[in-house]
């Protein structure tokens, strides 16, 4: 529908955007030609009501929600818009610590509280889901919201259900993060607000997202008024056909399909590489922790072998799937790693993770501009007024406003080759600190 409409229209464009889709002039290279922006007939994405309608309603249908939006500006857009509708100034919301970074900007901007839910680790270095007893220990009618991850990078799932159940009690909403489970349509539909990457798991141009409301908790009303605020004015419709074509692709065939390829995957033969199994089979994690190597180097292994995979760790890569993949590029990397796995020797392992949370001096927007240059070595003891994560999966390691660890400072240490990032850019062997 969007698409077609895009192609036939042949009105001479004397409005943006600039190339006037004169493919003549610059090519075909970039679709210029179906490049629009808001002009009459094309509906408005901040008030649909024609075409735009249409496939928030196809988007409503697919995931069963009660509303839905379809968002142009990644799932991040819709985690600011979802917090913010949600909590006001000095409320306090109920998090998990491994939660993406652009929930702490969105809780930041709402100047809220926070109080951490930390997960556990398993035997691989790798969080466990949030579970209910850790959210019930932890929840009191103070909590205005819950936010969770799930499923996470790993493919890791929290307690959802039971967990909704626990703050359904006291009428409190509870916010998933679901940007790498947009493929898991018939999950999370006990939760109140719902944002799911299209782009990550599913055929959608990046930046492609949606935002799913269920229950009574969360007011549509007030999430449009955040979203108009965060989100672009000048929605591409390139992103927006492409989430339609993405809804209208799917069906439950193609999905079977895909899980048979991974289940046929999970039958390589590993003996010093390890393929670990999470609840989102579609995330394909290969542990080195056991091996002479480093997920570092696994991954350079497995490009010069003409394989990317999606991120690379101390101890393990994550190879994202999806229902387009390939069978001749599954059964490639299923002999690659095979391949590598008996060049390897057998090492050990003593997972390298952060166990206790820091210590919370102030809240993150209470930290001002007053602030210094620190060597990373004598940061210990000294509260950061940066955040530091390393990007992906761009969980923070320490967030602005806490006290900075001999832990955490070693941690950065010995993460070197991680690619570590902070507010103000790359991090060197320096972070902002609050001066005192």
């Given amino acids: 529908m969007i698409y077609d409409k895009i192609k036939s229209n042949t009105k001479l464009p004397f409005h943006m955007p600039g190339h006037k889709r004169n493919t003549q002039m610059l090519g075909d290279d970039l679709p210029y030609d179906i490049d629009i922006t808001e002009i009459k007939g094309f509906d408005n994405l901040h008030s649909p009501s024609g075409i735009l309608l249409e496939l928030n309603n196809k988007l409503n249908k697919l995931y069963n929600a009660k509303r839905s939006y379809a968002l142009v500006n990644g799932s991040t857009v819709g985690i600011l818009a979802a917090v913010n509708s949600i909590a006001k100034e000095g409320d306090t919301i109920l998090m998990a610590r491994n939660s993406h970074k652009s929930v702490y900007n969105a809780v930041e901007i709402a100047k809220a509280n926070v109080e951490y839910v930390l997960p556990e680790y398993d035997e691989f270095g790798i969080a466990k889901g949030i579970t209910a007893e850790q959210v019930n220990s932890k929840i009191n009618d103070s909590i205005k919201l819950v936010i969770m991850t799930s499923p996470t990078y790993e493919g890791v799932e929290s307690e959802v259900d039971v967990i909704c159940n626990i ?237 900075i660890s001999k832990e955490i400072a070693e941690y950065i240490i010995n993460n070197k080759q991680t690619d570590f990032q902070s507010t103000y850019g790359l991090l060197t062997q320096k972070i902002y600190c609050k001066k005192v």
Avoid at 189 to 214: E, F, M, S, W
Avoid at 356 to 380: C, G, H, R, T
């Fill in 167 to 403: 703050a359904h009690k006291r009428n409190i909403p509870v916010l998933i993060d679901a940007a790498h489970g947009a493929h898991l349509f018939d999950s999370y539909h006990n939760a109140d607000i719902v944002i799911r990457g299209l782009h990550k798991t599913l055929p959608a141009l990046t930046q492609c997202a949606a935002a799913n409301i269920y229950g009574n908790l969360v007011d549509p009303k007030q999430f449009e008024i955040k979203l108009s605020m965060f989100e672009t004015s000048s929605p591409s419709y390139v992103l927006l056909s492409s989430i339609e074509k993405c809804v209208e692709f799917i069906n439950g065939e193609k999905f079977d399909e895909y899980y048979k390829r991974l289940n046929d995957f999970y039958s390589i033969i590993l003996n010093n590489l390890k393929l670990l199994k999470y609840d989102d089979i579609g995330k394909l994690v290969v542990f080195t922790g056991y091996t002479s190597i480093t997920g570092y180097e696994l991954a350079d292994m497995l490009r010069d072998n003409n394989i990317e995979p999606e991120m690379a760790t101390q101890d393990y890569i994550i190879a994202l799937t999806s229902v387009c993949d390939r069978i001749s590029n599954l059964n490639e990397l299923k002999i690659v790693l095979e391949k590598i796995d008996k060049t390897l020797n057998k090492g050990d392992y003593t997972p390298n993770i952060i166990t206790q949370l820091p210590k919370k001096v102030y809240n993150s927007f209470e930290i001002d501009n007053d602030i210094i240059a620190v060597d990373l070595k004598d940061s210990i003891g000294k509260v950061s007024a940066e955040y530091i994560w390393a990007y992906p999966p761009g969980i923070p390691i320490i967030v602005p406003g806490e006290e």
